[in-house]
């Protein structure tokens, strides 16, 4: 839409004189305003339409485009806008269209209405961009609610901001309670109490705050009263009543806050100064009291007031019962004794003095009216002679001094005023001529050569209605000149007051991270607005408001500055316990009224939670190496080290994988007093089981020998002694090599000499590994071709696998069953297994047997229990390592810093404090090859600086 209406002066020219106006610029100009008619027309639809859909606020600031609409319609709707149209009629030209001024209503009721609601929308940004302390901000809202009700973004805004503000506020009253801040509680309850919540504030909060006031105000009143006891006795002692009334005023304060009964000890203490105090006082008023009834009595005789007034007040200052000065008390007895003697006298004096004043006034009045009447004459003529004299109105004086009788122009008065009078005349020819030269050299002049001072002078000599109006003439002139080069001066500063808005507009849309390159554009914009000079007084302030915008960015950037430093050594410290500390406090300390700090207060309000799982994180990952072969001791060791951790910490997943891991560290710790000796006498030293040899012959009848069988007689026979009890010596026996279908080392000799090693080698070694070892090789001794005798078999299997569950949890859940099983079986293991023809033997060897063929293979029933043994007996399969801190980018996505490396990969935590004290962790996001996808929303009120765990699944520790 064009901005030029030159066409209004050519219509304005036709309307004034149609008999003149060219034909040809009245076309135009018709065409003209007919189209600029029709544009407005349809901006002023669009708007409509704006407001129609309840957008306001797009409404407006469409038609604050160039040009601003209202302007534009307004200066369309002139004045002579009849005359113009019945002019176009009669020249049969097109009319022009109406201007839909229904429209310009509506908008302009928008602009009533969005008028109240631009300071709050401004100082809205302004605290936004300053990231101001909620409070301010949430006053700014509620009367932005309030003023714009149907905006209801403005409602959710408030609900969210009141929501984290109340939360800040028992934040922030728990640490002025620690810290003993009375003013600030009181700050924090009247908030509370004082403003219009639209979000629901808890009863419990309020009551919170309002007995920590209370608790605070009773334990700092009685501090300032135990202060103020020491104070007073002093006073006391040194006589010195004003400090003590002083003392004393403020003890009665602090005395009503806490209640103070008289028998308080500290009552007791203060209660004799206190009562002189009292005293004092009292004396004090009762001596003021009576020197203010003394004054009264010296202002009744200075007033001489009558005999009753002095009487009342001479017996109320008697009734003081204290000594009255002398002088004042017999002055105040003389005056009333005097009034009473002179009312005595006045009237007999009355009738003489009215008879002497008559014959007086009869002789005198004669002769005195003659001499007044001539003196008041002269009088007259003096002063009209001199009003004239002092308007130095020298003509008139002169004509008026010709028409007085000779006597009274010889009057020693009036022949001074006239030498006056013939002095004044002279000069006013010479201010004549003067007045005259100037006058014309000045009208003379130029109007932009024009000397001001030659104005100056014409001024003070002016005094002629002929001169005064000369010199208006050429005032007129010169302010008009000034009135146009005031226009260019001011069209000037206003371009260049445009030019920096724009600029400064960008500056704060875009931002910038540069204060040195902000404090140069101030210098900038100051020489450039000091350049124009000679601006309007009404549009300097302009400037004023650029100046105080740019360095209140200014401001706002050295507040961001510092905050990004703040924030950066919060996010730097990630993984250092103290230094986060510290940089968190550094953050509450610097800027306390800053988002940043209300964050950082947050993040050190949930220590225990975070603090929690990293020292979890720290135990997992330094007993995680060597878990599966600690000693006894380590176990020990392990077992303490984690059980003060739960004392420390709030309970998290972490500690609970620690509570479930318990029985497996307690049988570990259970093996420092196990008893291998018997173990290894059943296994190694019994002289059943260690450097046997063993014949079987057909009718498959097993024969155990100390010593290797011999073959005599060219291998036909086989001669050898074998065992028959633990007591008596081997007996021998010899057999033809026919009959003899397998002779060499025994079974139980190689599980003996394997034992030997695998137990001399356990303080080391894998304890389930190791008895795993020798439960497999003892089941693979029964399953050979020339097993191991069943009964010895089961009774050694059940020996170590009976060891192996008393040192590991485990291995008691895998083979507790097959021990119940060998326990359940029945069998006899005291029967002579190894006589060749003892028949409980053979009768328990079946039964045995049976047993060993019935048998789960160990692998399976190891594979069965992995599960168990990853859930309960090895670390967790996942640690939560303290990575990085949340943070945010410049566009208000979220960040971790530092960032991660490539290779990580898992899940992203925050560790938060639950209601039952405990330390629960929330999902955030995920990571991929370092790359971080956000599972909150941009809105959420995480508070930035908060520590962020990567979840990482590790690899499997083997099971044994």
């Given at each position: 839409?064009?901005?030029d209406?030159?066409?209004?002066?050519?219509?304005?020219?036709?309307?004034?004189?149609?008999?003149?106006?060219?034909?040809?610029?009245?076309?135009?100009?018709?065409?003209?305003?007919?189209?600029?008619?029709?544009?407005?027309?349809?901006?002023?639809?669009?708007?409509?339409?704006?407001?129609?859909?309840?957008?306001?606020?797009e409404?407006?600031q469409?038609?604050?485009?160039?040009?601003?609409?209202?302007?534009?319609?307004?200066d369309l709707?002139?004045?002579?806008?009849?005359?113009?149209?019945g002019?176009?009629?009669?020249?049969?030209?097109?009319?022009?269209?109406?201007?839909?001024?229904?429209?310009?209503?509506r908008?302009?009721?928008?602009?009533?209405?969005?008028?109240?609601?631009?300071?709050?929308?401004?100082?809205?940004r302004?605290?936004?961009?300053?990231?101001a302390?909620?409070?301010?901000?949430i006053?700014?809202?509620?009367?932005?609610?309030?003023?714009?009700?149907?905006?209801?973004?403005?409602?959710?805004?408030?609900?969210?901001?009141?929501?984290?503000?109340?939360?800040?506020?028992k934040?922030?009253?728990?640490?002025?309670t620690?810290n003993?801040?009375?003013?600030?509680?009181s700050?924090?309850?009247?908030?509370?109490?004082?403003?219009?919540?639209s979000?629901?504030?808890?009863?419990?909060?309020v009551?919170?705050?309002?007995?920590?006031?209370?608790?605070?105000?009773?334990?700092?009143?009685r501090?300032?009263?135990?202060?103020l006891?020491?104070?007073?006795?002093?006073?006391?002692?040194?006589?010195?009543?004003?400090?003590?009334?002083?003392l004393?005023?403020?003890?009665?304060?602090?005395?009503?806050?806490?209640?103070?009964?008289?028998?308080?000890?500290?009552a007791?203490?203060?209660?004799?100064?206190?009562?002189?105090?009292?005293?004092?006082?009292?004396?004090?008023d009762?001596?003021?009291?009576?020197?203010?009834?003394?004054q009264?009595?010296e202002?009744a005789?200075?007033?001489?007031?009558?005999?009753?007034?002095l009487?009342?007040?001479?017996?109320?200052?008697?009734?003081?019962?204290?000594?009255?000065?002398?002088?004042?008390?017999t002055?105040?007895?003389?005056?009333?004794?005097?009034q009473?003697?002179?009312?005595h006298?006045?009237?007999?004096?009355?009738?003489?003095?009215?008879v002497?004043?008559?014959?007086?006034?009869?002789?005198?009045?004669?002769?005195?009216?003659?001499?007044?009447?001539?003196?008041?004459?002269?009088?007259?003529?003096?002063?009209?002679?001199?009003?004239?004299?002092?308007?130095?109105s020298?003509?008139?004086?002169?004509?008026?001094?010709?028409?007085?009788?000779?006597?009274?122009?010889?009057?020693?008065?009036?022949?001074?005023?006239?030498?006056?009078v013939?002095?004044?005349?002279?000069?006013?020819?010479?201010?004549?001529?003067?007045?005259?030269?100037?006058?014309?050299?000045?009208?003379?002049?130029?109007?932009?050569?024009?000397?001001k001072?030659?104005l100056?002078?014409?001024?003070?000599?002016?005094?002629?209605?002929?001169?005064?109006q000369?010199?208006?003439?050429?005032?007129?002139?010169?302010?008009?000149?000034d009135?146009?080069?005031q226009v260019?001066?001011?069209?000037?500063?206003?371009?260049?007051?445009?030019?920096?808005?724009?600029?400064?507009?960008?500056?704060?849309?875009?931002?910038?991270?540069?204060?040195?390159?902000?404090?140069?554009?101030?210098?900038?914009l100051?020489?450039?607005?000091a350049?124009?000079?000679?601006?309007?007084?009404?549009l300097?302030?302009?400037?004023?408001?650029l100046e105080?915008?740019?360095?209140?960015?200014?401001?706002?950037?050295?507040?961001?500055?510092?905050?990004?430093?703040?924030?950066?050594?919060?996010?730097?410290?990630?993984?250092?316990?103290?230094?986060f500390?510290?940089?968190?406090?550094?953050?509450?300390?610097?800027?306390?009224?800053s988002?940043?700090?209300?964050?950082?207060?947050?993040?050190?309000?949930?220590?225990e939670?975070?603090?929690?799982?990293?020292?979890?994180d720290?135990?997992?990952?330094?007993?995680?190496?060597?878990?599966?072969?600690?000693?006894?001791?380590?176990?020990?060791?392990?077992?303490?080290?984690?059980?003060?951790?739960?004392?420390?910490?709030?309970?998290?997943?972490?500690?609970?994988?620690?509570?479930?891991?318990?029985p497996?560290?307690d049988?570990?710790?259970?093996?420092?007093?196990?008893?291998l000796?018997?173990?290894?006498?059943?296994l190694?030293?019994?002289?059943?089981?260690?450097?046997?040899?063993m014949?079987?012959?057909?009718?498959?009848?097993?024969?155990?020998?100390?010593?290797?069988?011999?073959?005599?007689?060219?291998?036909?026979?086989?001669?050898?002694?074998?065992?028959?009890?633990?007591?008596?010596?081997?007996?021998?026996?010899?057999?033809?090599?026919s009959?003899?279908?397998?002779?060499?080392?025994?079974?139980?000799?190689?599980?003996?000499?394997?034992?030997?090693?695998?137990?001399?080698?356990?303080p080391?070694?894998n304890?389930?590994?190791?008895?795993?070892?020798?439960a497999?090789?003892?089941?693979?001794?029964?399953?050979?071709?020339?097993?191991?005798?069943?009964?010895?078999?089961?009774?050694?299997?059940?020996?170590?696998l009976?060891?192996?569950?008393?040192g590991?949890?485990?291995?008691?859940?895998?083979?507790?069953?097959?021990?119940?099983?060998?326990?359940?079986?029945?069998?006899?293991?005291?029967?002579?297994?190894y006589?060749?023809?003892?028949?409980?033997?053979q009768?328990?060897?079946?039964?045995?047997?049976?047993?060993?063929?019935g048998?789960?293979?160990?692998?399976?029933?190891?594979?069965s229990?992995?599960?168990?043994?990853?859930?309960?007996?090895?670390?967790p399969?996942?640690?939560?390592t303290?990575?990085?801190?949340?943070?945010?980018?410049?566009?208000?996505?979220?960040?971790?810093?530092?960032?991660?490396?490539?290779?990580?990969?898992?899940?992203?935590?925050?560790?938060?404090t639950?209601g039952?004290?405990k330390?629960?962790?929330?999902?955030?996001?995920?990571?991929n090859s370092?790359?971080?996808?956000?599972?909150?929303?941009?809105?959420?009120?995480?508070?930035?600086?908060?520590?962020?765990?990567?979840?990482?699944?590790?690899?499997?520790?083997?099971?044994?």
């Open positions: 839409m064009s901005t209406l030159w066409f209004l002066d050519d219509i304005r020219d036709a309307v004034n004189a149609p008999e003149t106006a060219d034909p040809d610029l009245v076309r135009e100009a018709s065409i003209a305003y007919n189209e600029s008619c029709r544009e407005a027309n349809k901006r002023l639809r669009q708007v409509d339409k704006l407001l129609r859909d309840g957008l306001r606020s409404a407006i469409s038609a604050e485009l160039e040009p601003p609409l209202l302007n534009h319609v307004a709707d002139f004045p002579f806008l009849e005359e113009w149209q002019m176009l009629a009669q020249w049969n030209l097109q009319l022009p269209p109406q201007l839909e001024l229904d429209a310009a209503k908008l302009n009721v928008a602009y009533a209405e969005i008028r109240p609601l631009e300071q709050l929308l401004r100082q809205h302004l605290l936004a961009l300053a990231r302390p909620l409070s301010a901000r006053e700014v809202l509620r009367k932005l609610t309030a003023l714009d009700e149907l905006n209801f973004s403005w409602q959710t805004d408030l609900a969210d901001y009141e929501r984290l503000r109340l939360r800040q506020i934040s922030e009253a728990a640490e002025a620690l003993g801040d009375l003013a600030r509680l700050e924090l309850q009247a908030e509370l109490n004082n403003a219009k919540w979000s629901e504030v808890s009863p419990d909060l009551k919170e705050i309002r007995e920590g006031y209370r608790s605070l105000e009773h334990r700092d009143a501090q300032q009263l135990e202060e006891v020491p104070q007073l006795d002093q006073a006391y002692s040194e006589f010195d009543v004003p400090r003590a009334a002083e004393t005023t403020r003890w009665n304060e602090y005395a009503q806050l806490v209640s103070l009964s008289p028998q308080d000890p500290l007791q203490r203060s209660g004799e100064a206190i009562e002189w105090v009292n005293e004092q006082l009292r004396t004090a009762r001596q003021r009291e009576f020197e203010a009834r003394l009264s009595l202002t005789l200075e007033r001489d007031d009558p005999k009753q007034k009487e009342s007040l001479l017996h109320k200052t008697q009734r003081f019962d204290l000594p009255i000065p002398e002088g004042l008390l002055r105040v007895q003389d005056r009333i004794a005097t009473s003697a002179h009312s006298r006045r009237g007999r004096l009355i009738g003489a003095s009215i002497a004043s008559l014959i007086v006034i009869a002789v005198a009045s004669f002769a005195y009216w003659r001499v007044q009447q001539q003196r008041e004459t002269l009088l007259e003529h003096r002063t009209a002679f001199s009003e004239l004299v002092d308007e130095e020298w003509t008139q004086a002169e004509s008026y001094f010709s028409g007085l009788p000779q006597d009274f122009q010889e009057d020693a008065k009036i022949q001074s005023l006239h030498s006056q013939a002095k004044g005349v002279s000069e006013e020819q010479s201010r004549a001529q003067a007045i005259a030269e100037l006058l014309d050299y000045a009208e003379s002049q130029s109007v932009e050569n024009l000397d001072a030659i100056d002078q014409i001024r003070e000599l002016a005094e002629t209605e002929d001169e005064k000369r010199l208006a003439n050429l005032e007129f002139k010169l302010r008009k000149y009135q146009q080069q260019v001066r001011d069209k000037a500063f206003l371009a260049a007051v445009k030019k920096w808005s724009e600029k400064l507009a960008v500056l704060e849309r875009n931002g910038s991270s540069d204060e040195t390159e902000t404090w140069s554009l101030l210098t900038k100051q020489e450039d607005l350049s124009h000079s000679g601006v309007s007084s009404s300097r302030n302009r400037g004023d408001v105080n915008k740019l360095r209140t960015i200014i401001r706002q950037q050295s507040e961001a500055d510092k905050e990004r430093r703040l924030m950066n050594a919060v996010y730097k410290s990630a993984g250092r316990i103290d230094v500390e510290k940089a968190l406090a550094d953050v509450v300390r610097e800027q306390p009224d988002l940043a700090a209300s964050n950082a207060r947050q993040v050190i309000g949930e220590k939670a975070w603090l929690s799982v990293i020292k979890w720290r135990f997992w990952s330094e007993v995680r190496p060597n878990w599966t072969t600690q000693t006894a001791m380590e176990a020990t060791e392990t077992l303490d080290l984690g059980n003060e951790l739960e004392q420390q910490t709030l309970e998290n997943v972490l500690s609970k994988e620690f509570e479930k891991r318990k497996y560290l049988k570990v710790v259970a093996r420092k007093d196990i008893n000796a018997e173990l290894k006498y059943s190694v030293q019994n002289k059943f089981m260690y450097n046997l040899w014949v079987v012959d057909k009718e498959n009848t097993r024969f155990y020998c100390p010593e290797a069988p011999q073959e005599v007689g060219s291998g036909k026979e086989l001669r050898f002694k074998y065992l028959i009890d633990s007591s008596n010596p081997p007996k021998s026996r010899a057999l033809q090599a009959s003899v279908i397998w002779h060499g080392r025994a079974p139980q000799s190689d599980i003996a000499e394997e034992s030997k090693n695998k137990l001399d080698q356990l080391t070694e304890w389930d590994k190791t008895f795993y070892l020798l497999s090789n003892i089941r693979e001794k029964l399953k050979q071709e020339h097993p191991l005798d069943a009964v010895l078999g089961l009774d050694l299997l059940r020996r170590v009976q060891t192996g569950c008393d590991s949890y485990q291995f008691q859940e895998a083979f507790e069953g097959v021990i119940e099983e060998i326990d359940n079986s029945g069998i006899d293991f005291s029967v002579a297994w006589l060749p023809d003892d028949n409980d033997a009768a328990a060897r079946r039964d045995a047997q049976a047993v060993v063929a048998f789960v293979g160990f692998d399976e029933l190891v594979k229990k992995k599960e168990f043994f990853r859930s309960n007996c090895l670390p399969s996942y640690s939560l303290w990575v990085a801190v949340l943070g945010r980018k410049q566009g208000s996505e979220w960040e971790c810093y530092p960032l991660l490396p490539e290779t990580s990969e898992g899940k992203l935590y925050i560790a938060t639950s039952n004290k330390a629960q962790l929330k999902q955030v996001a995920r990571v370092g790359k971080v996808t956000w599972s909150i929303a941009k809105e959420s009120l995480e508070p930035l600086g908060t520590p962020l765990f990567l979840r990482t699944e590790l690899p499997v520790t083997a099971s044994p």
